[in-house]
């Protein structure tokens, strides 16, 4: 049964946010898609985004951060900038208050978690908290893919019915590879998101889940 509450979905046209956009057509009855264009190098994954959100009968709004990446550069990893996502999520609080929207849905996974700080349950709850203090308000963040490999995400967009559109029209390769077609989807085996994304296509298809 569908939650009478509105959602705003962080969406970026790749993989788990696009699967987070389908799990809250189903869980809310009016779901909004955000985007960010903060001078990413695989800026075509907002060009997929339009067109997912299109297909899923969503609106969709892209904020434009504009981002200095250099000032923002890690040594955590090639993939991961600074803040981004207390940024992303800080926005969209804003957004969804203003529209007196309850709910944040964002794609956060199990390979995320291990991997980037800002993606961790405990860093988003704090944000959550934050968030609620600075606008006197009651919005909740939802993570659906949180406990899920990358595996068990592709098992989940089998079972929402969504893998076609996982495979040929969502966006995950950092280097913006929209080329190179695969069993798996779009993108090339030299940055750590196709690669991850592959060996999850791999593992479900072993367990016998696609």
């Known amino acids: 049964m569908k939650n009478s509450n509105s959602a705003v979905v962080l969406f970026s046209g790749g993989q788990d946010s696009t699967?987070?956009?389908?799990?809250?057509?189903?869980?809310?009855?009016?779901?909004?898609?955000?985007?960010?264009?903060?001078?990413?190098?695989?800026?075509?994954?907002?060009?997929?985004?339009?067109?997912?959100?299109?297909?899923?009968?969503?609106?969709?709004?892209?904020i434009d951060i504009n981002l200095n990446l250099k000032e923002l550069e890690t040594t955590i990893s090639y993939d991961f900038i600074k803040v981004r996502n207390s940024?992303?999520?800080?926005?969209?609080?804003?957004?969804?208050?203003?529209?007196?929207?309850?709910?944040?849905?964002a794609g956060m996974c199990k390979s995320d978690y291990s991997n980037f700080p800002d993606c961790r349950l405990e860093f988003v709850n704090k944000v959550n908290e934050c968030v609620n203090l600075s606008l006197e308000s009651n919005i909740k963040f939802h993570l659906p893919l949180l406990h899920l490999s990358k595996a068990e995400v592709w098992k989940l967009g089998k079972e929402l019915s969504i893998l076609e559109i996982i495979i040929n029209d969502t966006h995950t390769d950092y280097n913006g590879d929209r080329n190179n077609l695969n069993e798996w989807g779009y993108g090339s085996l030299d940055n750590l998101a196709s690669i991850v994304r592959a060996e999850g296509f791999e593992e479900a298809k072993q367990k016998g889940w696609l």
């Open 87 to 105: 940024i992303f999520f800080l926005l969209a609080s804003n957004f969804a208050n203003q529209n007196n929207i309850k709910n944040i849905v």
């Open 19 to 62: 699967t987070c956009l389908y799990w809250a057509k189903q869980n809310f009855q009016n779901v909004f898609a955000l985007g960010f264009d903060y001078n990413q190098k695989h800026r075509v994954e907002l060009d997929q985004a339009q067109k997912i959100a299109i297909k899923a009968n969503v609106d969709f709004k892209i």
